[in-house]
């Protein structure tokens, strides 16, 4: 090599030794329903890889839904293996990597031993075996869950009602039973390598267990949990998601591709940090987050009675940040109904075809054809318990994309039920933020605001969870020092769906017609 090439290498060399030390990654995941998302973003916020693996969902009887701890632990670390193999092709080292953190389903747990490994099923949100437990706690009419926690009522998605059927029905929990933990907390425990005496939940997780805590002290309840019949012992310690609970163990490191001794942060729970990635960090703002349980969000600054109030049907959470409440209501197979459609109605495994269908079913007029969906495929809620999930009115004519819109259109209904309750409270909703993976459908967009008469924007990076997970890890670790700064300067809108008047005027008699329908069935 001559002397000029050699002077030229040595330099663009030298460029890259620098700019490697300069630059900066964290790997987060997303610990879902249907899906083990994980990435890694560079300090700029840019993603560099990704990679998602879909969870099995078990339902062994009516009304049970069972997943897997350890599947979840396995999924992790397979979208890390993953995207260390991205990583390498851009000849990014993965000695770059600062942080590891992730976020998970807020309503389900685990029963773990002594070890820190799992010994139970997983049951989340979508099983409803605790109704009767359920509506023993709530046949007691006590005033102590709303005033702690701000939910007057227990519900079959609060694991506070799963750990008291674990206590009650397995046998395995009750003779090796440690602790009880969430997917999230699970996983970054494993990949640390702790033991179930270090056994942890954030605060904003934490309130996902709906009753047993004080939910502005971000303190176990002595009071609540003695009612439940829960011994404190079995629960996690409670943490701030940005607290360092250990290092990627040297065991995992060799078995992912990363470095040992990478700092764990205790992580989050998912619609806290989907919020987050919404840009909601104050009072007032409403947020879908349309994943397999489609919620729809309105941040407080604290309890407001006329929304804890039995009946009401919403849920009151911490978020990740300090001093920060929402409430949100729920359709609890919103984004698995899709799901369910494409994989057994239609046959098809491929999550391309959601475009297919999407695309054919913008041919398709409002209102279906006179067609409904209801959405209840693990059975209906409230006064409407009994019912379960059907199409009504079809003839010759309903082909798939006919009966596609009719399930986008159903989950929007459940929506207005929820948006109705926040309006009729006196909360203007008049713009919607809409993230995860159901921003991505322009035609569920579009369909939402028409039925909901609001304005809906998504934003760029529509999956705000993992991205919000890797902000809050390059704090944890000192790379940023603003939270609040980092996270929304993150928040770039994408497009913007304005409802259509004559649409939101017919859909109001649809709607109306629906809930005629539920109040048949619900009798039946």
Same mark, same amino acid.
């Given at each position: 090599?001559n002397?000029?090439?050699?002077?030229? #290498?040595?330099?663009?060399?030298?460029?890259?030794?620098?700019?490697?030390?300069?630059?900066?990654?964290?790997?987060?995941?997303?610990?879902?329903?249907?899906?083990?998302?994980? +990435?890694?973003?560079?300090?700029?916020?840019?993603?560099?890889?990704?990679?998602?693996?879909?969870?099995?969902?078990?339902? /062994?009887?009516?009304?049970?839904v069972?997943?897997?701890?350890? *599947?979840?632990?396995e999924?992790?670390?397979?979208?890390?293996?993953?995207?260390?193999?991205q990583?390498?092709?851009?000849?990014?080292?993965?000695?770059?990597?600062?942080?590891?953190?992730?976020?998970?389903? !807020?309503?389900?747990?685990?029963?773990?031993?002594?070890?820190?490994?799992?010994?139970? /099923?997983?049951?989340?949100?979508l099983?409803? =075996?605790?109704?009767?437990?359920?509506?023993?706690?709530?046949?007691?009419?006590?005033?102590?869950?709303?005033?702690?926690? &701000?939910?007057? $009522?227990?519900?079959?998605?609060?694991?506070?009602?799963?750990?008291?059927?674990?206590?009650?029905?397995?046998?395995?929990?009750?003779?090796?039973?440690?602790?009880?933990?969430?997917?999230? /907390?699970? !996983?970054?425990?494993?990949?640390?390598g %702790?033991?179930?005496?270090?056994?942890?939940?954030?605060w904003?997780?934490?309130?996902?267990?709906?009753? &047993?805590?004080?939910?502005?002290?971000?303190?176990?309840?002595?009071?609540?949990?003695? !009612?439940?019949?829960?011994?404190?012992?079995?629960?996690?310690?409670?943490?701030?998601?940005?607290?360092?609970?250990?290092?990627?163990?040297?065991?995992?490191?060799?078995?992912?591709?990363? $470095?040992?001794?990478?700092?764990?942060?205790?992580?989050?729970?998912d619609?806290?940090?989907?919020?987050?990635?919404?840009?909601?960090?104050? /009072?007032?703002?409403?947020?879908?987050?349309?994943?397999t349980c489609?919620?729809?969000?309105?941040?407080?600054?604290?309890?407001?009675? $006329?929304?804890?109030?039995?009946?009401?049907?919403?849920?009151?959470?911490?978020?990740?940040?300090?001093?920060?409440?929402?409430?949100?209501?729920?359709?609890?197979?919103?984004?698995?109904?899709?799901?369910?459609?494409?994989?057994?109605?239609?046959?098809?495994?491929?999550?391309?075809?959601?475009?297919?269908?999407?695309?054919? +079913?913008?041919?398709?007029?409002?209102?279906?054809?006179?067609?409904? #969906?209801?959405?209840?495929?693990?059975?209906?809620?409230?006064?409407?318990?009994?019912?379960?999930?059907?199409?009504?009115?079809?003839n010759?004519?309903?082909?798939?994309?006919?009966?596609?819109?009719?399930?986008?259109?159903?989950?929007?209904?459940?929506?207005?039920?929820?948006?109705?309750?926040?309006?009729?409270?006196?909360?203007?909703?008049? =713009?919607?933020?809409?993230?995860?993976?159901?921003?991505?459908? *322009?035609?569920?967009?579009?369909?939402?605001?028409?039925?909901?008469?609001?304005?809906?924007?998504? %934003?760029?990076?529509?999956?705000?969870?993992?991205?919000?997970?890797?902000?809050?890890?390059?704090?944890?670790?000192?790379?940023?020092?603003?939270?609040?700064?980092?996270?929304?300067?993150?928040?770039?809108?994408?497009?913007?769906?304005?409802?259509?008047?004559?649409?939101?005027n017919?859909?109001?008699k649809?709607?109306?017609?629906?809930?005629?329908?539920?109040?048949?069935?619900?009798?039946?």
């Amino acid at each position: 090599m001559n002397q000029s090439l050699l002077s030229k #290498f040595s330099k663009s060399h030298e460029r890259t030794l620098e700019s490697s030390v300069k630059e900066k990654y964290y790997l987060g995941f997303d610990a879902g329903t249907q899906s083990v998302k994980v +990435a890694v973003y560079d300090q700029n916020m840019t993603c560099v890889a990704k990679a998602s693996n879909k969870t099995t969902i078990d339902s /062994p009887k009516a009304g049970w839904v069972n997943m897997d701890a350890d *599947e979840y632990f396995e999924l992790a670390k397979k979208g890390m293996c993953d995207c260390i193999k991205q990583l390498k092709k851009k000849n990014i080292s993965t000695k770059l990597i600062r942080a590891i953190m992730g976020d998970g389903i !807020i309503c389900g747990i685990v029963g773990v031993d002594e070890e820190g490994k799992a010994i139970t /099923p997983y049951i989340n949100y979508l099983d409803s =075996r605790t109704q009767s437990d359920v509506d023993y706690i709530n046949n007691l009419n006590l005033s102590i869950w709303g005033e702690e926690t &701000g939910n007057p $009522e227990a519900s079959c998605m609060f694991p506070a009602m799963h750990a008291r059927w674990f206590l009650c029905n397995d046998e395995n929990f009750r003779k090796k039973g440690a602790k009880f933990m969430h997917n999230a /907390p699970y !996983i970054l425990s494993r990949l640390a390598g %702790l033991t179930s005496k270090d056994a942890f939940v954030d605060w904003g997780t934490m309130s996902g267990w709906g009753l &047993g805590y004080h939910v502005h002290e971000k303190e176990w309840s002595d009071r609540q949990l003695k !009612i439940l019949g829960i011994d404190k012992k079995y629960l996690p310690k409670i943490v701030k998601p940005w607290d360092i609970i250990g290092k990627l163990s040297e065991d995992i490191a060799k078995e992912v591709g990363l $470095e040992a001794g990478i700092p764990i942060c205790a992580g989050a729970g998912d619609t806290m940090q989907s919020m987050l990635g919404s840009g909601v960090s104050e /009072p007032g703002k409403a947020v879908d987050v349309a994943g397999t349980c489609a919620m729809f969000c309105v941040s407080t600054d604290e309890i407001i009675p $006329e929304l804890s109030k039995k009946g009401n049907g919403l849920i009151f959470n911490s978020g990740t940040l300090e001093d920060t409440y929402f409430y949100w209501g729920f359709v609890r197979t919103g984004g698995l109904s899709l799901r369910w459609f494409k994989d057994n109605i239609c046959k098809n495994q491929d999550d391309k075809y959601y475009e297919v269908l999407s695309e054919e +079913a913008k041919k398709v007029e409002p209102g279906c054809r006179g067609i409904f #969906f209801l959405p209840y495929l693990t059975g209906g809620y409230g006064e409407y318990s009994n019912v379960k999930a059907c199409f009504l009115n079809m003839n010759l004519d309903t082909d798939q994309y006919v009966m596609w819109r009719a399930v986008l259109e159903a989950i929007a209904y459940d929506y207005l039920e929820v948006i109705n309750t926040y309006r009729n409270k006196g909360i203007n909703i008049d =713009r919607i933020t809409i993230t995860e993976g159901g921003s991505r459908n *322009e035609l569920w967009n579009q369909i939402k605001a028409d039925i909901l008469d609001s304005e809906v924007i998504t %934003l760029e990076t529509a999956g705000g969870a993992i991205v919000t997970d890797c902000i809050i890890g390059s704090y944890a670790i000192g790379d940023i020092s603003d939270l609040k700064m980092a996270l929304n300067s993150s928040i770039k809108i994408a497009n913007r769906y304005i409802p259509k008047s004559i649409n939101t005027n017919f859909y109001k008699k649809q709607y109306k017609l629906k809930n005629d329908i539920l109040n048949v069935l619900k009798k039946i």
